[in-house]
């Protein structure tokens, strides 16, 4: 029986067979797969290897290239702890030193400059707290504590000055870390104020001065060569070569700025007795003629004021010749460079309150001197002299 199927008659002769001849290749060679792409993202590469090492079941893997890359992560491991480890100990804990001491020498600072009335200073809380937020040294360093210390230091300052005024304009300026006193008049308080950084102020504390007269009884050497008078603003110093527990050794006046408010001779200096003589020898031949002239004064001081008072002399002419009497005699000493080194002077002085006692204990020691900044007319013009061109 003819089962073959009749041709189309639309269709070409052969078509069929070449249809069929396709359809067998095809089902005989397997279509080939789409390739993957290589373009894989390193993270991507990452994970695909990661997935290899973590699901050796899945992935067929030898035993040989399992240890290969078991050894390469060890060894990654290792370099990456090696690394941590010097990053450690060469960097980071060396900057975490620097940056330790770093705060802790600024904030030393701070606590310096912000002492005493500052201490609790708004300025004195901000930079603390900046110093504590720095992340590395050089930051800290950076921070500019002396410029804000300063202004905070002179504002204050000058509220305390105008605060603490005796009713003569003067202030006396105490310093913290040393038992010294300063009286001094308030616009050269200012002066000290305007010409000093913190690194002074903070160490200077101004108050109303609380003063006593003292009198004192020392010899010409200890009262500034005699050459002091009423009105003369010395400085104190104590002895250095001397043994007693109360003198100190110091290059620095214990007082500064005392006011000798009297000064007093021994009596002595006040007794005179001057005489004066002229010897004269005239010749005519054989026969000769002496002639001698002679003056003599003698007379007391005191007894001449006693006399005025009294109306025994002309109280107004006794007075204006005798006037300052014991200081043009100290002073005609020093120009014929001659004098009386035996002196005792009697003096009152005005000093601190609180320094009544050291001046007591050490009358024996004590050195009075003339500050040059308030010398006499006679030792400026001294000075002057000997430097002028």
């Not at 095809?26 to 973590?54: A, F, H, V």
């Given at each position: ?29 397997q279509k080939p797969s789409k390739k993957e792409e290589d ?351």
């Amino acid at each position: 029986m003819n089962t073959k199927k009749p041709r189309d008659p639309l269709y070409p002769r052969g078509f069929e067979e070449t249809q069929e001849l396709k359809k067998q290749i095809s089902s005989e060679l397997q279509k080939p797969s789409k390739k993957e792409e290589d373009e894989l993202t390193p993270l991507k590469k990452l994970n695909r290897k990661i997935g290899i090492y973590l699901s050796p079941k899945s992935i067929d893997i030898t035993d040989n290239e399992r240890k290969r890359k078991i050894g390469v992560i060890i060894t990654t491991l290792i370099l990456l702890t090696l690394i941590i480890t010097a990053y450690y100990f060469i960097i980071y804990e060396p900057s975490q030193e620097a940056l330790s001491l770093a705060k802790t020498t600024k904030l030393n600072e701070l606590h310096e400059l912000y002492s005493g009335a500052l201490t609790d200073s708004p300025n004195a809380l901000l930079l603390e707290n900046q110093i504590n937020d720095g992340k590395d040294a050089h930051e800290v360093e950076s921070i500019n504590v002396l410029t804000p210390a300063t202004k905070d230091w002179k504002d204050h300052h000058k509220q305390s000055i105008n605060l603490h005024q005796d009713k003569y304009n003067r202030t006396m300026a105490t310093y913290e870390n040393e038992s010294k006193s300063t009286i001094i008049p308030a616009y050269e308080a200012m002066e000290i104020v305007n010409e000093n950084d913190a690194k002074i102020l903070s160490q200077i504390k101004f108050e109303e001065p609380n003063t006593v007269s003292v009198p004192i009884l020392v010899s010409r050497l200890q009262a500034g060569a005699g050459l002091v008078k009423e009105g003369s603003v010395v400085d104190i110093y104590a002895n250095s070569n001397s043994t007693s527990e109360n003198a100190t050794n110091s290059t620095s006046p214990e007082i500064r700025g005392c006011t000798v408010i009297s000064i007093m001779r021994y009596e002595e200096n006040g007794e005179i007795n001057s005489e004066y003589s002229k010897s004269k020898m005239n010749v005519d031949g054989n026969s000769t003629d002496p002639h001698e002239d002679t003056d003599r004064f003698s007379s007391d001081v005191l007894e001449m004021i006693k006399g005025a008072i009294i109306n025994g002399y002309d109280e107004k002419k006794t007075f204006e010749m005798l006037d300052d009497y014991g200081v043009k005699l100290s002073n005609y000493e020093r120009q014929i460079n001659l004098g009386d080194l035996d002196a005792q002077y009697m003096l009152l002085i005005e000093t601190p309150q609180d320094k009544v006692s050291f001046i007591l204990n050490n009358m024996e020691n004590i050195v009075l001197t003339i500050p040059t900044s308030d010398a006499p007319d006679w030792m400026v013009e001294e000075i002057s002299s000997t430097y002028e061109n």
